[in-house]
């Protein structure tokens, strides 16, 4: 099974010289779909995301001068140009990273060209609205494979592909191996063909929104949309995540909301799914059972297994008595692994309040301090501006990218970023490039409207 993912993601780098961009940028969301346990230890930066990425890049280097011609117009630009100078910060004041060039270099293409750069190859590969169709049409299919693998994970106890792509790797936390690791535990949940739940919960809400945007605006086939909106409510479920779940009913109903006003076809869809919902939750013991789960996040005596209130209070007081005296910069990135004791060298935990240390700003406040959180905020606030202020132009697409952003600043704030990044700047680069577009074609015609109009008085 390792063999045959290695030779489709191989496949799949081949084709990214012979097809289209939006056709490239499919691929690479079927990659982040399927393939992210596919590595290659034998090289360098082996992940099969990886692969598909570096063959975008060789694949379009006859564009790259108009590329680099269009760089002041580049929306994405300047909040990127705002990571490199926290990345740089942060490479100063981490002490595991600077301590070798080989270390820098790792950090800087895992952090920018692996990462956050993955916006400006979205802006890049897409072209107009229409665009996404590749997109939606490779998702479908990416579903059904999830899908058929949820449902094996779900009978069978067992995340087959997990252990066969990690080799059946123990974690040493729970000594367990890391396909059964969230099976053997107090409340099982369903990965997939991923390492954590979480991961799978968050892709299949993602698409969710994408595919319920296709079908409101009649983007793709009704039957496809339906299919693949089954496919991604399977996920959400069964992944058992009560952060996925809060974060699905938060995100839908803010796209209700912003969308209603756009007809009778999403308002009758709208009202429909929010009916069948609420009868579901109070009829339904399963999913009653879930609704009661899901608020027992709130509650400080609930012995669950998971997260609440209480524990990331514990964990704030936590990492602000660790980062006393280094608050501007952090204790560096790598520091809550190797100093510890949560998957270094160490074996002692330092500070069990710590334990399962999640949210974006919790763990940027610990390695990177005040510097790295305001520049983390400040690059998705430029992007939300740049959304919010060309709304008009495309309002259906700025429903889609304003739900995306939502889920992934709840979502990472809850649970931590793990794998939420990478999707979530490829749809946000899609969503500024169709606003981009629009917004050139608007003062083209305003330009044009002018000129006529002058031309007219004289």
């Not at 990214?16 to 990659?31: P, Q």
């Not at 899908?147 to 106890?157: E, M, S, V």
């Not at 058992?240 to 869809?269: D, E, P, Q």
């Amino acid at each position: 099974m390792r063999l045959i993912s290695i030779i489709i993601i191989l496949v799949g780098c081949g084709l990214m010289f012979y097809v289209k961009r939006s056709t490239k940028m499919a691929i690479f969301l079927l990659g982040l779909m399927l393939f992210s346990l596919v590595r290659v230890p034998e090289i360098p930066f082996g992940e099969g995301q990886n692969f598909l990425i570096v063959s975008f890049l060789l694949s379009e280097w006859r564009r790259w001068k108009g590329y680099l011609l269009q760089i002041t117009s580049n929306p994405v630009v300047f909040p990127l140009f705002l990571v490199c100078v926290s990345s740089a910060i942060c490479i100063y004041a981490s002490p595991y990273v600077n301590n070798s060039t080989r270390n820098i270099v790792a950090f800087i293409m895992k952090e920018l060209f692996f990462k956050y750069l993955i916006i400006l190859y979205a802006f890049w590969g897409f072209d107009d609205e229409n665009s996404i169709k590749p997109c939606l049409r490779w998702s479908f299919y990416g579903l059904l494979v999830l899908t058929f693998f949820g449902i094996i994970n779900l009978i069978d106890k067992s995340a087959i592909y997990v252990n066969v792509l990690t080799e059946s790797q123990i974690n040493e936390l729970y000594n367990v191996s890391k396909g059964d690791l969230f099976t053997e535990r107090e409340r099982f949940r369903v990965q997939s063909m991923f390492s954590n739940p979480f991961n799978y919960g968050y892709i299949c809400l993602l698409l969710m929104i994408l595919h319920y945007h296709a079908f409101i605006y009649k983007m793709e086939n009704k039957k496809i949309s339906i299919i693949a909106l089954s496919c991604c409510l399977f996920g959400i479920v069964v992944c058992n995540c009560r952060t996925i779940h809060l974060c699905t009913i938060i995100v839908w109903l803010l796209y209700f909301l912003m969308s209603i006003k756009r007809g009778r076809r999403a308002k009758r869809i709208g009202l429909a799914v929010i009916g069948v919902s609420l009868i579901s939750v109070f009829t339904v013991p399963f999913l009653r059972d879930k609704v009661y789960q899901m608020t027992t996040m709130f509650d400080e005596g609930y012995s669950d297994t998971g997260s609440s209130l209480e524990m990331r209070t514990m964990q704030y007081v936590a990492m602000w008595e660790e980062v006393q005296g280094h608050e501007w910069t952090g204790l560096g990135k790598g520091y809550f692994v190797n100093e510890m004791g949560w998957g270094g060298t160490r074996e002692e935990h330092v500070n069990e309040d710590l334990k399962g240390l999640e949210g974006v700003i919790l763990y940027n406040m610990f390695e990177r301090g005040y510097v790295g959180v305001f520049f983390w905020f400040i690059f998705y606030f430029l992007l939300f501006l740049y959304i919010r202020k060309n709304r008009f132009l495309s309002p259906s697409v700025y429903y889609l990218g304003i739900s995306v952003l939502i889920l992934y600043l709840l979502f990472a704030n809850m649970t931590g970023e793990l794998r939420s990044v990478y999707p979530t700047l490829l749809i946000l680069g899609y969503v500024i490039k169709v606003l981009y577009v629009k917004r050139g074609d608007a003062i083209v015609q305003a330009n044009q409207y002018f000129f006529n109009l002058w031309r007219g008085n004289h």
